[in-house]
């Protein structure tokens, strides 16, 4: 989850590395540090906290040099101090490391031994102190590197930097993204395009196992059994990798406010006058289940989506947590489809559950925000869900169009499996043109839930509840809360709250329930009575006719616009999420950067 940046440049390389750790904190922010080579010499200057933290730094402790590293951390062993944070160095060599060593114990034991101390609680130091071991046996910093590398297990992206080398890095991936940069006369390492976006639009993704040595001249790589490699170079669009606020206060506010145009955007990709237009390869036929596997909100949109594929097209349809699914080793048939989703593509857990169905299944499918990630680039059919740069931790946008493309996918096997005719998925199709203009209308609310949020954030527990589809929602808006405001919110079925949870309803416990006016609406309400015959604070958010009907008594009530049933969780996402925020808001925590998360999850 950590970022990592290197640059082999023309110019002071410090005020560039900073600029591009900025467009990698959202994957850790609990410290953060640079190294360069100046006129041969090695040195480095590191800070807790956050990135403002180490520019302050360096305004007081500039670090010259036109080669050098930097990293942006989210903590995995060791606690946020200086000591723990990278650049890590011994001797002449630094590193800056994305990812777990899991074998560094043993390793640590044998450094110890050959008589080199530790400084640090990391598992990274033990790379640096490895590559060092190696050199003072004579090898030179590409072989000491590349002898390192076969010594290590676990994930890991690594970027080295060397003294007396101003014209060379070593960079490798196992399990952990990285992209190498390509400019005139200067070279660039970063964990995506993101970082790289303002310096060039010319990269190649090293491959699983990849190392490469860089100079200023270009990058040999080589596979994981040291063989040259050939990589392709491929152009980004460097627009669509811009990170900008555009006059909101936060990034997640600008996000949640994007929705009606990426999701519109979204559905024209993949639809064209009333008809799919899904890429090859997306064929249900003989098709007999869809397992679909994801982490944190990517996983909720799976829990709606199940819903669509058994009612739409009759497909059986399991949901895992990825950090589960290849634990209980699940029995996987040859004619069924495995669906990954994620919003970075670079999901640990999610990427290692693609890897263990890759050959048991008939076909790997991705819904991804980034097409060049590495679980597009390993699936049989990738679908970007063309949510654009999502920077603030707590996902919005992406949900939705997650959502969105699920939806599609479902009706496309519903018409693959003979349950919908041509006219059918027309009818469904239209009824997704409607949500970007739905979605303007609930985005309208903000005012209102800007001043229910004052009193929700006085809360210590609050419930979300819903039926059916609307369930996994209120996991997500559960989910939303305590990211953000760190108040801790569950989300259930409705109809368990008589098994356990209604124990804790009192009138200090704001209950939210997510009730369209559906099928299951009656159910909802009835659950919901029971709430308030407890003195539990209801905030009922449902349409008009379901307020009229169950609002009365209700602490609050939210009037959302008329939705057709099976797009209400898409469309009932916004309400879910401004709660969150202008709960945050009210309580004054970091909204785009609360404690303890990070955006892209690299790490099991």
């Not at 946008?397 to 059918?424: H, P």
């Not at 409607?434 to 006085?458: D, F």
């Not at 609050?462 to 369930?471: D, E, S, V």
Request: with cysteine.
């Amino acid at each position: 989850m950590c970022g990592i940046v290197g640059i082999l440049g023309k110019h002071q390389v410090a005020p560039l590395l900073v600029e591009a750790l900025k467009r990698l904190e959202y994957r850790g922010y609990d410290s953060a540090g640079i190294a360069t080579v100046q006129n041969g010499r090695l040195d480095r200057r590191r800070a807790v906290g956050k990135l403002a933290n180490l520019s302050d730094l360096l305004v007081h402790e500039p670090l010259p040099g036109r080669s050098g590293i930097g990293h942006t951390r989210w903590a995995t062993h060791g606690a946020a101090t200086v000591m723990n944070a990278h650049p890590h160095r011994s001797g002449p060599v630094a590193v800056v490391h994305n990812g777990i060593i899991e074998n560094f114990r043993d390793l640590r034991e044998e450094l110890v031994a050959a008589g080199y101390a530790f400084e640090s609680e990391t598992d990274t130091e033990t790379v640096a102190l490895l590559v060092r071991m190696f050199m003072d046996q004579g090898k030179p910093p590409a072989e000491a590197a590349r002898a390192a590398l076969h010594r290590l297990r676990g994930a890991f992206a690594l970027c080295f930097l060397f003294d007396g080398e101003d014209d060379l890095m070593i960079a490798a991936r196992k399990g952990s993204p990285l992209a190498i940069g390509h400019g005139e006369g200067e070279m660039f390492v970063g964990s995506d395009a993101i970082a790289l976006a303002p310096l060039t639009d010319r990269i190649t993704y090293l491959e699983e196992g990849d190392w490469a040595v860089i100079t200023r001249k270009g990058a040999e790589i080589f596979d994981a059994s040291d063989r040259r490699a050939n990589r392709a170079m491929t152009r980004i669009q460097i627009d669509a990798a811009r990170i900008e606020k555009a006059g909101y206060k936060h990034f997640m506010a600008k996000e949640i406010a994007e929705q009606p145009v990426v999701l519109a955007d979204a559905l024209k990709h993949y639809s064209r006058d009333g008809a799919l237009t899904l890429p090859e390869g997306v064929d249900f036929t003989g098709v007999d289940r869809v397992t679909m596997v994801a982490c944190g909100t990517a996983n909720y949109a799976c829990q709606v989506a199940k819903y669509w594929f058994e009612q739409i097209a009759g497909l059986p349809c399991d949901v895992d947590i990825a950090s589960e699914f290849r634990y209980r080793e699940p029995p996987l048939s040859d004619r069924s489809w495995a669906v990954f989703v994620s919003q970075s593509g670079e999901t640990a857990d999610t990427l290692a559950a693609l890897r263990y169905a890759r050959d048991k299944v008939a076909r790997i499918v991705s819904v991804v925000n980034v097409t060049t990630s590495s679980i597009a680039r390993e699936s049989d059919v990738s679908l970007p869900i063309l949510a654009g740069v999502e920077v603030g931790v707590a996902s919005t946008k992406a949900f939705t169009c997650q959502l969105s493309v699920l939806m599609l996918l479902a009706i496309k096997a519903g018409l693959d499996r003979g349950r919908l005719t041509e006219e059918d998925a027309k009818a469904h199709l239209a009824d997704l043109a409607l949500l970007p203009g739905l979605m303007n209308h609930a985005l309208g609310l903000a005012a209102e839930i800007s001043g229910i949020a004052e009193k929700l954030a006085e809360a210590q527990d609050i419930l979300f509840l819903g039926r059916g589809a609307m369930f996994p929602l209120a996991l997500e808006g559960a989910l939303k809360l305590k990211e953000i405001s760190y108040i801790h919110a569950e989300g259930y079925a409705s109809g368990e709250l008589k098994h356990g949870p209604i124990a804790l309803i009192d009138n200090r416990v704001p209950v939210i329930v997510l009730a369209p006016h559906d099928a299951l609406f009656e159910k909802t309400v009835s659950n919901m009575q029971e709430v308030m015959a407890r003195n539990g604070q209801v905030l009922l958010i449902s349409d008009g006719e379901g307020i009229r009907v169950a609002g009365h008594g209700c602490w609050k009530t939210l009037a959302m616009p008329d939705v057709p049933d099976r797009l209400a969780p898409i469309l009932y996402a916004i309400p879910a999420q401004l709660l969150a925020y202008h709960t945050a808001i009210a309580k004054g925590t970091d909204v785009d950067q609360p404690r303890n998360l990070a955006k892209s999850v690299t790490v099991e």
